[in-house]
């Protein structure tokens, strides 16, 4: 390099060198077994990576002379892993680069405030990013504590109760719907149906029927649903009655600009740890796991929300905005909880205790959502922080999260209103069950009307296996959905 002593370059390779040829040594004596040798190529890669972080980046030509060096130091066959030198230190550089840009301490952290002031000490512990990484095989153990879960402690409840284990009717095998099924479209349009009706000679709504009932088929059952509507319940109400507990020793349940006093030399402390590892490990579970559950309507919904949930976590978690994170979290819990309970109510076909849940649950949700949240949790955040702390770029972005949040509460609450409006308007006549209405928002099956069901004067003459019909309008007594948020 222009202006540095070539001894200093000499010395520097020689130390970097000789520290990655002893640790090879032990490791891997000199062998010609190929075995070893490839093994001994992955470790020296792998030390070389290491030390290539450790090289200032005015020697990027160190890089090349130490691939060199200790190449010729391993043994068997010679296996060249190395990139180019150049390639390395630029990528290097970009990703330092990178990595500084989103850490950038003026973004994250307000006025006066650097990442060495919230570095831990003997006296205090603070939030750290890396304590997140534990969250993801966190997640994963909640997954198969789930697994777990259901077949052994959730499976024998719902026999207990005498759920059915089987699905929906299967509809009559046919080789070509098959193949239309399968391979063209899955929602027939008219003019396709027109063609299949002439082909097969049976009725259009025979037909209609019968891709109705080939696409329920591949639906879980009661008995899935309600395992999974007890899982969820039984995490819920373990965190909540957790949050509950933990919350009632703080100050700032009790007056919420305890949250920023002194922020953000607020200490972290066991419990707040817990809280926060717990709740990203398990919405990073069903932010992965919604890709192999009941497929919803508002699929998308959900995942936005999901994506939400963990961006406020981390946000808040990261630049210790904590104190007003668990309130966030407990305040959210609460309705989940009468939700996945008024659920199972539904599939145990206990329909009291199920009217009961839904409308507890209701009045909970839109009284803590449209309520609580604005005016506890929205106030502190964007008001009380402004008065005390001031504004700086990620409280911007963490506010515009909750608000995101908001919007989706206002959107649900629509749904719930409207399920509610229509069960006791179908109440008029029968039993109303809130989470049993045909066609709603977010049935996780589909049903036909009392006129889908009711033949047609013309229609044609077929035996009772052609059109696969019965008297529960193409459900066979599966339970539909409820149309409202599994979790919020």
Same mark, same amino acid.
């Given at each position: ?27 891997? !004596? ?29 020697? !990027? ?106 699905? !929906? ?7 070509? @719907? ?212 001031? !504004? ?11 608000? @995101? ?84």
């Amino acid at each position: 390099m222009p202006g540095e002593a070539p001894s200093d370059v000499c010395s520097t390779k020689s130390v970097f060198c000789n520290q990655l040829i002893r640790e090879l040594q032990a490791d891997f !004596p000199q062998t010609k077994n190929p075995l070893l040798s490839v093994a001994a190529s992955l470790k020296m890669y792998s030390l070389f990576l290491s030390l290539s972080l450790r090289i200032s980046h005015h020697q !990027p030509s160190l890089h090349g002379q130490i691939a060199c060096e200790t190449s010729r130091h391993t043994a068997g066959p010679s296996i060249c892993l190395f990139p180019n030198p150049v390639t390395v230190s630029c990528c290097r550089e970009e990703m330092a680069g990178i990595l500084a840009w989103f850490w950038n301490e003026r973004f994250w952290l307000p006025h006066n405030v650097t990442w060495a002031d919230l570095k831990n000490t003997d006296e205090a512990t603070f939030p750290q990013a890396e304590d997140l990484y534990l969250a993801c095989p966190l997640a994963f153990c909640i997954f198969m504590i789930r697994l777990v879960f259901e077949r052994f402690i959730a499976r024998p409840c719902a026999m207990g109760l005498k759920i059915q284990t089987n699905g !929906p009717q299967k509809a009559q095998p046919n080789a070509i @719907l098959e193949k239309v099924f399968t391979a063209i479209t899955k929602h027939p349009d008219e003019k396709r149906l027109e063609g299949l009706s002439k082909q097969l000679d049976w009725d259009v709504r025979t037909i209609q029927r019968w891709f109705r009932q080939r696409r329920n088929q591949e639906k879980p059952s009661t008995l899935a649903r309600f395992c999974e509507s007890m899982w969820r319940f039984t995490f819920y109400l373990y965190i909540f009655t957790y949050g509950v507990r933990f919350l009632k020793k703080t100050p700032w349940l009790w007056n919420t600009k305890e949250c920023w006093y002194n922020y953000p030399y607020q200490p972290l402390t066991v419990d707040i740890h817990y809280y926060y590892i717990l709740e990203l490990s398990f919405y990073l579970s069903l932010l992965f796991s919604q890709f192999t559950d009941i497929r919803r309507k508002d699929f998308l919904i959900m995942f936005l929300h999901h994506v939400a949930t963990i961006s406020l976590i981390t946000f808040s978690y990261v630049n210790n905005m904590a104190r007003v994170g668990t309130l966030v979290m407990c305040l959210h819990d609460a309705a989940d909880v009468l939700i996945e309970a008024a659920k199972m109510a539904n599939y145990a076909k206990c329909q009291i205790l199920c009217n009961l849940l839904f409308a507890m649950f209701a009045i909970l949700f839109i009284s803590s959502r449209l309520g609580v949240y604005p005016v506890w949790i929205l106030n502190t955040t964007l008001f009380e922080s402004w008065e005390i702390v001031g !504004p700086y770029p990620s409280w911007w972005v963490f506010n515009l999260l909750l608000i @995101l949040l908001q919007l989706l509460h206002s959107f649900w609450s629509y749904l719930i209103v409207k399920t509610a409006c229509r069960a006791i308007s179908k109440g008029k006549v029968g039993k109303w069950n809130p989470l049993h209405v045909s066609k709603d928002d977010r049935s996780d099956i589909e049903s036909s009307s009392d006129e889908d069901d009711s033949p047609p004067p013309n229609q044609k003459h077929h035996n009772s296996t052609t059109n696969g019909t019965n008297k529960n309008h193409g459900t066979n007594g599966y339970l539909t959905g409820a149309p409202y948020p599994d979790e919020h």
